[in-house]
């Protein structure tokens, strides 16, 4: 089934101890990105990635990491994670600039 | 920079009958993409309905249309025969046809369907 795993689907964590949200997609898409969802401000993209060893930032990347060393995967790292990174965030990808884009489930991130 | 607005936080309609959410974007580019994503309380993004800007024939998926008016940079969506199932936050969003893959998406309508 051709999908977009994130993991994991729920986390609470502390202030300042690093954490990795993990992407996987099985679609063989070149595209993939992070967004995090917030209460009245919609979807705001973090990162993208257009290629291996190729990523940018969208309009929220502060306080946040990515790498792309395989196709497939796209984790976001939190290094020092705050309370203002309490969110809900999605991992999407598609094959190509021009497709749609397909969306894993869901990180519910909480940091106390 | 490129901004979406949607300016209806909620809306209401009753089972079968039609309602329109609005959404408006302002960009510098010719060359983008729309969309309207439909999120369920499940929390999955599903895409109901996408528009290139270079078409200018309105996009249609069954009961979903769109009115895409490119001069006034405006987007929406029409559900027809409207259903229970059809009940979610709908967020518009644009996607810039340019070297990037940057998305830039609205604040989103919370839509609820009356039996």
């Known amino acids: 089934e051709a999908q977009v795993t994130q993991n994991p689907r729920y986390l609470i964590t502390v202030t300042g101890k690093k954490l990795t949200v993990t992407c996987s997609q099985n679609?063989?898409?070149?595209?993939m990105s992070w967004y995090r969802q917030d209460p009245g401000l919609g979807l705001r993209q973090i990162y993208y990635s257009m290629n291996v060893e190729v990523t940018d930032k969208g309009d929220v990347p502060e306080g946040y990491k990515v790498s792309r060393k395989e196709k497939r995967n796209f984790p976001l790292i939190l290094e020092s994670p705050s309370p203002n990174q309490t969110s809900l965030y999605f991992c999407?990808?598609?094959?190509?600039?021009?497709?749609?884009?397909?969306f894993g489930q869901g990180t519910r991130l909480t940091v106390v | 920079a490129q901004t979406v607005t949607q300016s209806q936080p909620e809306m209401s309609v009753q089972e079968a009958e039609t309602v329109t959410l609005s959404c408006t974007y302002d960009t510098s580019e010719s060359d983008y993409y729309l969309f309207w994503y439909k999120q369920p309380p499940s929390r999955q993004m599903i895409l109901v309905i996408r528009q290139e800007a270079y078409k200018q024939q309105n996009a249609t998926e069954n009961r979903f249309s769109v009115n895409f008016q490119k001069a006034a940079k405006s987007f929406s969506l029409k559900i027809s025969d409207s259903q229970l199932g059809d009940a979610a936050m709908y967020f518009c969003a644009y996607r810039s046809g340019s070297g990037t893959y940057k998305y830039i998406f609205g604040t989103g309508t919370r839509l609820k369907v009356l039996a």
């Open positions: 679609m063989n898409h070149e595209y």
């Open positions: 999407a990808s598609s094959f190509s600039r021009y497709n749609v884009a397909f």
